[in-house]
């Protein structure tokens, strides 16, 4: 299926990322986005790309924003991922919360910016009103210029017993909370992604609305367009698959770059020469092609259901695992690159940073072997279902 593309917003992306590259270094010592990029992504509007129209926000498709996401972490992976971890948990912030707390985080002209880990690892006694939320947290990615810091919870009686929902499930909802009720410890020493100021936060018993959260596993679209409602994870999954996609391919442009010029010690000729080279930036180049291909694809087709009201739990898993597909194949081609590139990737470069974003991407638990047993079990299911048919 064809994706439709607002390229205008991605050419909002293209259009700052000239600042973005000139603000990598000081970022990657700051260990977060620079003041300046923040500045630029603010002016572009791109933090609340997936923000419903009604609230301030482009209202954009979750194709585009894909591609924004591409782009951007072409740039830089750090600011392609942090973008990503706020423009998405802002928009579950603006289409799944109360109204009143959708109204208090994005009133008119001052838009929230929103951070944090969604993974349920604190608790959340249920109180008069809301929830007393206690937890502590690490991978709050984009937090240090967000107003609000979303968390993960397991909802719990006064007695601390976990409670489930009324399908069974684990009560597992997502708290929100202002920047000034979290302490944060930092603890962001990484290997990749080291401009994405994941810091480590705590949250110690302070009470959150009931319209400032929303269930991790059951939440249920109260505005936005119809594209959002293809879900939570699914909108996370693109995401995910953007990085690698902008990452993955500008390694790819990097080693190219340096194919015409770099000499290996004790070599003659430019490594572009080698056949084993041009074998393995052949096969890397149409793998990543590929796997753009397919992203491009599996997102455009749940999108594309989601519109026309259709719940396809299988497209929404393919979407999942063409984003862990995606990543593994980003990888090995990042790896390539620094792997070529000699003394000019050890020493500190783009392609070194691709192949250390990366390396981080891939460990993140959105992207581990679930997504592809998921989806085969799905496709297992499907075909059990059309014999009995």
Same mark, same amino acid.
Not at 224 to 234: A, D, E, I, M, N
């Given at each position: 299926?064809?994706?439709?593309?607002?390229?205008?917003?991605?050419? =909002?992306?293209?259009?700052?990322?000239?600042?973005?590259?000139?603000?990598?270094?000081?970022?990657?010592?700051?260990?977060?986005?620079?003041?300046?990029?923040?500045?630029?992504?603010?002016?572009?509007?791109?933090? !609340?790309?997936?923000?419903?129209?009604?609230?301030?926000?482009?209202?954009?498709?979750?194709?585009?924003?894909?591609?924004?996401?591409?782009?951007?972490?072409?740039?830089?992976?750090?600011?392609? !991922?942090?973008?990503?971890?706020?423009?998405?948990?802002? &928009?579950?912030?603006?289409?799944?919360?109360?109204?009143?707390?959708?109204?208090?985080?994005?009133?008119?002209?001052?838009?929230?910016? $929103?951070?944090?880990?969604?993974?349920?690892?604190?608790?959340?006694?249920?109180?008069?009103?809301?929830?007393?939320?206690?937890?502590?947290?690490?991978?709050?990615?984009? &937090?240090? $210029?967000?107003?609000?810091?979303?968390?993960?919870?397991?909802? /719990?009686?006064?007695?601390?017993?976990?409670?489930?929902?009324?399908?069974?499930?684990?009560?597992?909802?997502?708290?929100?909370?202002?920047?000034?009720?979290?302490?944060?410890?930092?603890? !962001?020493?990484?290997?990749?992604?080291?401009?994405?100021?994941?810091?480590?936060?705590?949250?110690?018993?302070?009470?959150?609305?009931?319209?400032?959260?929303?269930?991790?596993?059951?939440?249920?679209?109260?505005?936005?367009? +119809?594209?959002?409602?293809?879900?939570?994870?699914?909108?996370?999954?693109?995401? $995910?698959?953007?990085?690698?996609?902008?990452?993955?391919?500008?390694?790819?442009?990097?080693?190219?770059?340096?194919?015409?010029?770099?000499?290996?010690?004790?070599?003659?000729?430019?490594?572009?020469?080698?056949?084993?080279?041009?074998?393995?930036?052949?096969? $890397?180049? &149409?793998?990543?092609?590929?796997?753009?291909?397919?992203?491009?694809?599996?997102?455009?087709?749940?999108?594309?259901?989601?519109?026309?009201?259709?719940?396809?739990?299988?497209?929404?898993?393919?979407?999942?695992?063409?984003?862990?597909?995606?990543?593994?194949?980003?990888?090995?081609?990042?790896?390539?690159?620094?792997?070529?590139?000699?003394?000019?990737?050890?020493? +500190?470069?783009?392609?070194?940073? &691709?192949? =250390?974003?990366? #390396?981080?991407?891939?460990?993140?638990?959105?992207?581990?072997?679930? /997504? #592809?047993?998921?989806?085969?079990?799905?496709?297992?299911?499907?075909?059990?279902?059309? #014999? =009995?048919?």
């Amino acid at each position: 299926m064809t994706a439709v593309i607002d390229e205008a917003l991605v050419e =909002r992306a293209r259009a700052i990322a000239p600042i973005i590259e000139a603000e990598a270094d000081q970022a990657e010592a700051d260990t977060t986005t620079t003041q300046r990029v923040v500045d630029a992504l603010t002016e572009s509007e791109l933090f !609340w790309i997936l923000v419903p129209k009604e609230f301030g926000g482009l209202g954009g498709d979750l194709t585009t924003a894909l591609s924004v996401f591409d782009e951007l972490s072409y740039a830089d992976g750090s600011v392609g !991922w942090s973008l990503m971890a706020n423009s998405t948990s802002s &928009c579950f912030a603006a289409i799944y919360t109360g109204e009143t707390a959708a109204e208090q985080m994005f009133p008119d002209g001052n838009r929230g910016i $929103h951070a944090g880990m969604l993974g349920p690892v604190g608790t959340a006694r249920r109180v008069e009103g809301g929830y007393r939320v206690t937890g502590r947290y690490s991978f709050g990615s984009g &937090c240090a $210029h967000a107003n609000y810091i979303g968390a993960g919870t397991i909802e /719990t009686d006064d007695d601390g017993n976990q409670l489930t929902t009324e399908s069974g499930l684990p009560a597992m909802r997502v708290v929100l909370v202002p920047r000034e009720e979290i302490h944060f410890r930092g603890n !962001w020493d990484v290997i990749g992604l080291t401009a994405t100021g994941s810091y480590d936060y705590v949250i110690d018993d302070v009470f959150v609305p009931e319209a400032f959260s929303y269930s991790l596993l059951e939440h249920t679209q109260l505005r936005g367009g +119809p594209g959002l409602s293809v879900g939570l994870f699914s909108i996370t999954g693109a995401g $995910h698959a953007g990085i690698a996609l902008g990452v993955g391919r500008r390694a790819i442009d990097e080693i190219t770059k340096l194919g015409n010029t770099r000499v290996r010690m004790a070599g003659f000729a430019t490594i572009g020469t080698e056949q084993l080279f041009q074998y393995e930036l052949g096969m $890397h180049d &149409c793998a990543m092609r590929a796997a753009s291909a397919l992203v491009y694809e599996a997102v455009a087709d749940a999108d594309a259901k989601a519109r026309a009201g259709v719940v396809d739990t299988t497209a929404q898993n393919r979407l999942r695992a063409a984003a862990t597909y995606a990543t593994r194949v980003a990888t090995d081609a990042t790896h390539f690159a620094y792997s070529w590139a000699g003394s000019a990737g050890l020493r +500190p470069s783009v392609i070194q940073r &691709c192949l =250390r974003d990366m #390396l981080a991407a891939s460990q993140h638990i959105y992207v581990d072997n679930n /997504t #592809l047993t998921g989806y085969a079990q799905a496709l297992l299911a499907d075909e059990a279902e059309r #014999l =009995r048919q």
